[in-house]
């Protein structure tokens, strides 16, 4: 009797202990939902601070390049819609290295590494509206540098070929316009003087270098009705902007304000 007594208060004290532990283990699952549930809102809460202050910035950027269009590119006579959308459109602080990026709606050109500049942007705009861009037509650019210049004609044209020497620039301009999406712009290490005769020829020739004659090659790469803009005149010191027109085969020439431009190297 003792034995069985004892057996049963055993048991009891056995049952006696089940509901505590399982309030033990709900408390416990509780306890972690909300520290999960509480993390998770923490997290949430991070993500929507941080798209919070990322449209913030994006405002400021657009807000800067309207300014920039309005004051430094409209006020100067440049009015052609394609440019000026273009204009707006590309985020010019992504084409300037991370220390100048408070400057890079400035009225100014800017150092870019390896002794080449980011044109101002009025010189950029000026050039594109010199070269009629429109859908259909296809471009080639002497001097990708960052890949700002022809990031703004990809935004009207449909295809751009650009050239640069500098293969650091080269392979971080290819990479730049890859990340920001265009598709229909193709980047090229190499001697520009020299065009790309493979996808000749081109309605728009864009030299975005001085040196103190337009390359021959450059000229026979121009499409029928196609337009060549170029600096040209002493690369040590300034040139002047020139226009060349082909029209039934015949090549004229428009010589417009003075400019000044890194020189156009050439592959030794």
């Known amino acids: 009797m003792n034995v069985e007594k004892s057996e049963q208060i055993k048991h009891a004290g056995q049952q006696g202990k089940e509901p505590t532990t399982d309030r033990q283990s709900l408390c416990q699952f509780f306890c972690n939902l909300y520290q999960e549930l509480n993390m998770k809102s923490l997290l949430f ?7 919070l202050a990322q449209a913030r910035q994006d405002d400021r950027y657009t807000t800067a390049r309207n300014n920039m269009v309005q004051s430094q590119i409209v006020a100067r006579g440049i009015s052609d819609p394609g440019t000026l959308r273009a204009m ?3 985020p010019r602080h992504l084409f300037v290295p991370a220390s100048y990026v408070s400057e890079a ?4 050109p800017l150092p870019i590494g390896y002794n080449q500049t980011i044109s101002q942007p009025v010189i950029v705009a000026h050039m594109t509206e010199l070269a009629r861009p429109a859908k259909g037509k296809k471009a080639l ?13 990809a935004e009207i044209v449909d295809s ?10 080269a392979r971080e301009s290819e990479a730049r316009l890859r990340m920001l999406g265009y598709r229909n712009i193709v980047v090229r290490y190499g001697d520009g003087y020299k065009g790309w005769p493979e996808h000749a020829p081109f309605d728009i020739i864009v030299v975005t270098a001085a040196a103190d004659h337009i390359p021959e090659p450059l000229k026979e790469q121009l499409a029928e009705g196609g337009r060549l803009i170029m600096p040209v005149g002493n690369p040590a010191t300034v040139q002047q902007l020139i226009v060349l027109t082909k029209r039934k085969g015949k090549i004229t020439e428009q010589r417009l304000e003075t400019v000044r431009f890194v020189p156009l190297k050439r592959l030794k």
């Not at 709606?105 to 100014?108: A, G, I, T, V, W």
């Not at 751009?160 to 620039?169: G, M, N, Q, R």
């Open 45 to 51: 809460i991070l993500l929507i601070i941080c798209i």
């Open 88 to 90: 707006r459109q590309v």
């Open 105 to 108: 709606y400035s009225d100014r």
């Open 141 to 153: 650019e002497i001097g990708t540098g960052s890949g700002y210049q022809a990031a703004v004609l």
């Open 160 to 169: 751009v070929y650009t050239i640069e020497i500098v293969p650091e620039l």
